[in-house]
Every structure is written in structure tokens, then in C-alpha cells.
């Protein structure tokens, strides 16, 4: 009774419970005890009167044990529904948690998407800029002082990739793969040559079918 007084916990009612059970369980035995001496009695063996009298007592303390086995059985399903909405609850705070991470995230992507628009847009500036004067190069037979923009391009973007988590939803692997295709050779900011044109100042020796003999 002490320890079901003091149980609270989803986890207290079992364990009380489970000792209830064992004192159900001796109650029993003790039953049949008392039941094969109210037999012996019956014919002599023993004073059947107070047989009796403590069978009684033990049908009356099974009784109790399975009402305090009933009852505690009861007070865990209580208890484990009152644990249960207190996880739902706490999972609740722990998500709206996660929902203003979240929406910083996206403020922060939206801030870096802009940047990254923004330093584009300088950079094809620079780009062509650079393509005017290396074509004004080539026109002053000063071709050395041309600027070969894919390899510098390529030279500012070398470097390590962030890794990719081992789940990622499909739309994040869409966008991390458009991204990477602005890092990449032959990505959207490095268009391929046409064929038979000069890659890096190695002329490729595919010949057009109209140059064939």
C-alpha cells in the first residue's frame, strides 16, 4: 500500500504491480494449503474451525490484493496517458523550436542566394570586360597579354565540397546539384567549346565533316 502511495510514474505502477502479483501469487499457494487441510479436517485431521476461519481470512486478502491489483492497473494506464501527452506536449516545443531554426535558415539562404546573385553579376562585369580587352589583344598582335578567363575561373572555384548528408530529400538534391553545376566543368558558368575550337590553347584535332577530304 506505501508503495502504491508513493508510485507516480507510468514505470512505479508496474513495479508495484509486479509485486502485487507475487503476493497474489503466495496468496494462492497458501489457499491451496488451506484448502487441503480443510479436507484433512473434515475427517479429524485438525481443527476445522479455525481452518476455516483462516481461509476465510485468505479469500479475503486475494480479494483485496486483486482490487489493489485492479486499481494500480488502472492508476499506470493514467499515468502512462498523462506521460504520453506530456511527450506530445514537449514534442511541440521541441518542433515550434525547430520551425524558428527553420525560418532563420531560409533567411539566411535567401541572404547568401542574393549575395551569390549579386557577386554574379560584378563577376560577368569583370568577364566581360576582360573578353573586350583580350579581343583588343589579339587585334594589336599582343595575344600574351590575354587573360584566360575559364582558367581563372576555374582556379577561384577549386576547392573542397561541403559533404552531403547521408538523407537528404529530393528537392535539396536538386538544389545542392544546381548549385555545385556553377563549381563544376561544364556547368552553367562554363559552357562547352565548340567542337574543334581551342580548349586551354590545345587545338582539338576533330576535323569537321566540311573539312574532310
Known amino acids: 500500500a506505501e508503495d502504491l502511495g508513493r508510485a507516480r510514474t507510468a514505470a512505479d505502477f508496474a ?10 501469487n503466495n496468496a494462492a499457494a497458501r489457499k491451496q494449503e488451506l484448502e487441503r487441510a480443510e479436507d484433512r479436517a473434515i475427517f479429524g485431521d485438525g481443527d476445522l474451525g479455525e481452518v476455516r476461519a483462516a481461509l476465510t481470512d485468505c479469500n ?8 489493489t491489483v485492479e486499481a494500480a492497473n488502472k492508476r499506470r494506464v493514467e499515468a502512462a496517458e498523462r506521460e504520453a501527452r506530456a511527450d506530445i506536449v514537449a514534442l511541440g516545443d521541441e518542433i515550434k523550436s525547430k520551425a524558428a531554426s527553420l525560418g532563420e535558415r531560409w533567411r539566411t539562404v535567401h541572404r547568401l542566394i542574393e549575395q551569390l ?5 560584378e563577376a560577368d562585369a569583370l568577364v566581360r570586360a576582360i573578353a573586350t ?14 587573360i584566360n578567363l575559364t582558367t ?4 577561384a572555384m577549386a576547392g573542397p565540397h561541403a559533404a552531403v548528408p547521408a538523407r537528404l530529400s529530393r528537392p ?20 562547352r567549346p565548340a567542337l574543334g575550337a581551342p580548349v586551354e590553347g590545345v587545338k582539338s584535332k576533330f576535323i569537321p565533316a566540311s573539312e574532310r577530304g
Open 15 to 24: 513495479a508495484v504491480i509486479a509485486l502485487l502479483d507475487t503476493d497474489l
Open 60 to 67: 479475503a486478502a486475494i480479494a483485496l490484493l486483486e482490487k
Open 117 to 121: 546573385r549579386q557577386e554574379l553579376f
Open 133 to 146: 580587352a583580350n579581343g583588343l589583344f589579339n587585334a594589336a598582335g599582343v595575344a600574351d597579354l590575354k
Open 152 to 155: 581563372t575561373r576555374r582556379a
Open 172 to 191: 535539396a538534391v536538386q538544389a545542392d546539384r544546381l548549385l555545385l553545376s556553377f563549381l563544376s566543368p561544364g556547368g552553367a558558368l562554363d559552357p
